[in-house]
């Protein structure tokens, strides 16, 4: 097993569509089904994440994109970051 201090850790797994991964879409991009442009995701994203922070939590932040790319890679960056 992994020896591993997680409590104040959080992986953030972003999916592409429904956070308007940054690389595939355009800040002005309007998402039908969330009703919000890219840009309000991510500002309600990056929100989420300072609210985290002052809570005393380290987030790792991954994209759909990433994974589908590289698993193995991705896979290996949170077990890094987890063991921390």
């Not at 097993?1 to 355009?26: L, Q, S, T």
């Amino acid at each position: 097993m992994y020896d591993m201090a997680v409590d104040d850790k959080i992986i953030e797994y972003n999916g592409d569509f429904w956070h308007c991964n940054p690389e595939i879409y355009r800040a002005d991009y309007f998402n039908k089904r969330t009703k919000r442009t890219a840009a309000e995701i991510w500002e309600r994203d990056k929100q989420k994440i300072e609210h985290a922070s002052k809570a005393g939590y380290t987030t790792l932040i991954l994209w759909e994109d990433q994974y589908k790319k590289n698993k193995q890679r991705v896979i290996d960056e949170c077990i890094s970051f987890l063991r921390q």
